[in-house]
């Protein structure tokens, strides 16, 4: 395994709840480094869900999704988290779970461009139903 995996998506009505989970490979060191939630819907380019530091103690979301969303990690298990709550139909896209592994180990910062990130996972599709 090189790319993350991701996992936990489906079909839920508005209002309610999913939780992703992307588990990192263990050679790529995930545990160490930032990583990110990205969303793609039909017609529309990838953008920005939120995103975390090596240690979890800060994060970023966009402003769509902030008060609804929450990501969080478990480093020793190489994971990171996206719970989504009070879903809106809006919300329905694929989404994709990104690590940056480039760069010094344990850097306290996030990073909100696709282009700032070397693995993607494969996605998994949310659909929200009005």
């Known amino acids: 395994q090189v790319l993350p995996v991701e996992s936990g998506g489906g079909l839920v009505q508005a209002?309610?709840?999913?939780r992703l989970?992307?588990?990192g490979a263990r050679h790529t060191a995930a545990g160490n480094h930032p990583m990110g939630w990205f969303r793609?819907?039909?017609?529309?380019?990838r953008e920005f869900v939120a995103?975390?530091?090596w240690s979890g103690g800060n994060t970023d979301y966009a402003d769509s999704v902030k008060g609804r969303f929450a990501i969080s990690?478990?480093?020793a298990k190489n994971t990171v988290y996206l719970q989504m709550d009070s879903l809106k139909p809006d919300d329905t896209a694929v989404y994709y779970c990104a690590l940056r592994s480039r760069g010094p180990q344990f850097l306290e910062r996030y990073y909100v461009n696709p282009s700032d990130y070397d693995f993607w996972g494969q996605g998994t599709q949310v659909t929200v139903s009005s």
């Not at 209002?15 to 999913?18: A, P």
């Not at 793609?40 to 380019?45: C, F, L, S």
């Open 40 to 45: 793609q819907a039909p017609g529309k380019e």
């Open 21 to 23: 989970s992307c588990v």
């Open 15 to 18: 209002g309610g709840s999913l």
């Open 51 to 53: 995103a975390i530091t």
């Open 73 to 75: 990690r478990d480093n």
